[in-house]
């Protein structure tokens, strides 16, 4: 599979170290919208062919899958853009600026039966089925609380600061959080309190969520764009938690059952990245002939892009 990136930016270096190294994938292309840029990028990363505008990598007709690396802001009129010239996506998160966008990109992408993708890369990894294994197995009870921070300091990024770009915590980091109660809890969520603290750009810049949800489980997530946070999950049961050592990319999994005794710890598999599960999800559902990757369906893509509407409009942020 040739990839083609977008955006010759921070996270599209990570993904063209990863690809040079995954198994039966490469990259081939990167598009910048300037041509040095891309040339400079292409001559660090190894990559093929260097393009100085973003169609010029669409038209290519050995790019598989384009890959769009830009701010939020920019996903839908990019992967609107590749989708009509039949190009397969994986687009990074926050999928879309807004569930509208999100919408209109996937029913796009059916009506012209190319695949789309989310590269929220968490759904992809192992520690999904190794955690909801723990989780079924009994060994920490029944679930009754989740605790997860998700805080780093990029606040001086402009893409973070700026409105105009999508910028904000929970586009960024939030939509971690979210995607983690979906993925480990099994109640729907019944309601919601939040808050949250603006930047001097009108952004959203920290927030609390907390949720009660259908089977009685308490959510507790807490998100900062301007502050390093200890980045841990923990699911609390009856009969002792489960840790995360780290929310988005964890090396291993503790089971404790009093007062920090670790009963059990899982080392989790060494991986390149971590992007590689991704990539290989989006090899695969190709070769099956998929327009969605059965890790990420559409459908959660859609109810995270709402849930994310739903509170940014209690904060006012657009
Ligand atoms: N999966 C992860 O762990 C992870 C981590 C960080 C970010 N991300 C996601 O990756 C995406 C990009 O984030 P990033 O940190 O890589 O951002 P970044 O370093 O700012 O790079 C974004 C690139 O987008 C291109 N771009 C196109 N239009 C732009 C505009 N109007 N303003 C600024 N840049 C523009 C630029 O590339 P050219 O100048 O080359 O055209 C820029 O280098 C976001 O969706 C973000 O949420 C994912």
Redesign the pocket.
Known sequence: MNVGII??????E?MATTLGRVEDCSCLAIA???LE??QDFAARFGVARAYGSYDNLLADPDVDLVYV???????FDITRRAILAGKPCLV???FMANATEAAAIIALARENGVFVAE?I?PRYMPVLGIAREVLASGVIGKPVTVNATLAYNVSE???IQSPE?GGGAL??LGVYLLNFVRMYCDGQIEQISTSCVKSPTGVDASENISMTLSDGTLVSLQCSAWSQGDNQAVIAGTSGYLVFNDL?NPTKLLICRKRHIVEREIVLPEQITGFEYQVRACRDALASGLLEPPQMPHSETLYIMHLMDRLRSEWGTV
């Open positions: 955006g010759a930016g921070h996270i599209a990570k910048s919208r300037s840029k891309a690396a830009t701010p939020h802001s920019c996903h990074e998160k926050s590269a890369w990024k402009e893409r770009l586009l960024d988005i």
